[in-house]
C-alpha cells in the first residue's frame, strides 16, 4: 500500500515537472520577443503628429501676434480717419488763392465776421 | 445764378449756385444749409446741447464726432501758427467781457462786471475721438468755425456747380471768378481760395463806459487794442484766412495778400494785393 502509494506521488511530481519543463522550453526565454511593427508605426505616427502640432501651435501664435499688431494699427487709422473730415479726401490738393483788383459790381461783400 | 441765404451760426449766411435751376441743384442748396445747421449744433457754444457745450462743461469728451475734433486740431495747430495770437481758449475772456450769450442778445450796453484780465492759453489734448481740457480751460470756436464751415459746405455744394459760400463775411469759392467788395470802392475778383474779415467794427458793445469787441487778445485775456478797424486776408481756405485775419488783427506779420482798413479812415492794401 505504501508503496503504490508511493509511486502515484512520484508519477504526478514527474508529471508536473514534465509540464513545467515543457512550458519553459515552449516559453523561449532566450529568445528576445520581436516588437509589433503596428505599434511602432503607431508610436511613430504620434511622434509625428505631436511635432507637426507643435509647428501649427507656433504658427498660430506668430499670426495671431501679427493680427494683432494690424489691428491695432488699422484701428488707429480708422479712428484717425474718423476725426479727420472729409474734405481732406475731397479736397484739391492745396489749391493756392487766388485774387485780383477789378472794376465790377461786387456780388457780394465781406465783412468783419 | 442761384442764390440763397439764411441765418446760422449767429450770422447771415449767403450760398451762390451757379447752375441752372432744378432739383439738383435745389438739393444741393438744401443740403449746404442742412451742414451749416448741423456744424453749428456741433461747435455753437451759445447751445446747450451742442457739443462743444458738452466739452466745456464737462472738461472732457471721448466720442467727439469728426468735426469737432478737426477744427478743435485746426484750431490748436492755429495757436501754434501764430505764437498764440489766435487761442481757441479764450471763451471766459469772452464772457467775463460781456459776450456770454448769441450776440443778438448781448445789450448794447452791458450791465457793469468785473473789469479783470482772464488767463487764456490752458491745455487742449486731443487723441482720436477725445478731446481733453485743463481745469479750467473752455474752448470758443468762433474765430475758426464758420470759416471751416464755409469750406466743409463750398466743398459739398461745388458738386453742382462753381460756387460761393458766405458766412457773416468769411467766404470760399470753388470755380468760377466771383466779385466781392471789400472795403468801399474796392472789389476783388476771387477765383480760387478765401476770403475773411476780422475787425472791432461789428459785434461790440458798451460796458462800465468802454467800448469792448470780440476780438479777444489772448495775451491780455481782454478785447485788443488796434490801431486798426478790422483786416480782411486772402488765404487757400475760410478756416485760414479766418485765422490770418484775426492774427494780424493782433499785430502779427502775416505774408498773404490783405487789406487793413485803419482807425483813421485809410485802406491799406499789402502782401502783393497793391
Redesign the interface.
Known sequence: MTDTSHRLYAVALALVVFCVTWAAVAARPWVTAKPDPRIAALAQREQRLRADAKLVEQAVAQRTAAYRVALKQRRAQIAQAKARPFQAAQSPPAATASVRVVNLPPLTITRSS | ?LRRSFHAMG?DV?L?LDAPAGERAEQALDRAEAAFERLEQVMSRFRPDSELSRLNRDGSIADAS??L??VV?LALEARQATGGRFDPTVHDALVTAGYDRTFEDVPAEAPAGPDRRVACGGAVH?E??TIELAPGTRLDLGGIG?GYAV??VA?SLAVAGPC?V??????AVRGGA?????AEG??????????????????RWLRNGEELHHLIDPSTGRPAESDLV?V?V???SAADA?VLAKAAFLGAEVD??RVLVTADGRTV?AGG?A
Open positions: 445764378m450770422t449767403e451762390l469728426p468735426d475734433v478737426r486740431t486731443v482720436g475721438l464758420k469750406d466743409r466743398e460761393l458766405n458766412a457773416g463775411g468769411d467766404l466771383w466779385p466781392i467788395g471789400v474796392l472789389t476783388l475778383e476771387l477765383t480760387r481760395g478765401a476770403i475773411a474779415t476780422s475787425g472791432r467794427d461789428r459785434r478790422r480782411t486772402l488765404a487757400d479766418e498773404v495778400p492794401l494785393l
